[in-house]
């Protein structure tokens, strides 16, 4: 069975390069959409035991608003923006809604449906992997509790995980949040062949 | 002795006779967090279930990740730690669907599936359970006080249940 490392530098940086070309593509969309300015971090890889997954992506009693989209295709996987509930709110309100609402809530999904569609076409484009975004769900609950399920996916036979990671910011509002890939287990190495370094 | 707050994350467990210790895991979506205590002693004991069953071919996988596994495991550390078997019972919650709606997808029926594979392992194993709170959509924390056998569970923004 596999076992960290799982991967070498090269693959790790190619994966990297994923989530580079994905964020800047999802970024764009989000920043025509709220006619702002979007800074978006250096994505990280995060290779990590199980038990400390969670905790690298925020303090896990936090309440956030999380868009969960699961891909299927050639490599499943699950893209997830957190958003701290304070960053939920100014979003919907720079759009207009509020975040406690219903109509915010079909606000928040939209977003996580355009961000991830921009990320997933950048995706294929890429690897020219077959990859279905299916539509968003959204949970407002403990950040712990909405990344256990898609975590737990990335390691159903191994005891480490692999995610990608970056923070997105809107430029002159108090708005941050986490934008996540997740790929399944097995997904991993058929993206990596895909980008011709497995 | 002093107590610590010992933080039980995915795939771990951790069995404690200190009677000031605190077992807790945080954020239960999908998980299950299963305390076994047995109070006449002050023995407890706290496991992060991620997944239902262990993948057939010896994985060599944490035994505490998968419910099948996890069950028998946390029973063997807290008897090995002084509780009597006879004597354990049993608190679990977790196991919550969290993105309402999610259809059929096996993959979003985790949290049912890892509370049925637990009690079944521990009524396999003849635990009586005392106190349970699984499924719904939404998450919860675990508190597992090892001095008393007191187990409380909370969700955002409620107050502490104890079962």
Known sequence: MAVDPRYTELELSAVQEIANIGTGNAATALGMLVGRQIDIGVPSVELVPLAEAAERIGPLEATVAAVLTPVRGDAPASLLLALPMPSAEVLCGLLGTDANSELGHSCLQEIGNILTGSYTTALVGMTGLALEPEPPLLAIDMLGAVVDTVLAMSAADADTVLFLQTAISIEGAECSFGFLFVPQDAAVDTLLRALGVA | ?163
């Open chain 2, 1 to 163: 002795m002093t107590g610590t707050r010992h933080m039980v994350r995915m795939a771990e467990q951790v069995v404690s006779a200190n009677c000031d210790d605190v077992l807790v895991s945080l954020g239960l979506g999908s998980c299950i967090g299963l305390a076994l205590v047995d109070d006449a002693v002050g023995v407890a004991g706290l496991v992060h279930i991620v997944l239902p069953q262990a993948p057939a071919a010896g994985a060599g996988a944490a035994s505490a990740k998968f419910a099948d596994t996890a069950v028998p495991s946390l029973i063997d550390a807290v008897t090995r730690a002084g509780a009597r078997a006879a004597r354990l019972r049993a608190v679990l919650c977790g196991g919550a669907h969290m993105f309402g709606n999610a259809g059929t997808s096996p993959v979003m029926q985790i949290g049912a599936r890892n509370a049925e594979a637990t009690m079944d392992a521990l009524n396999a194993a003849r635990i009586s359970v005392r106190g349970k709170d699984t499924g719904g959509s939404s998450g919860r924390s675990i508190e597992v006080h090892v001095a008393n056998g007191d187990v409380l569970v909370r969700g955002v923004g409620q107050q502490a249940r104890k079962l």
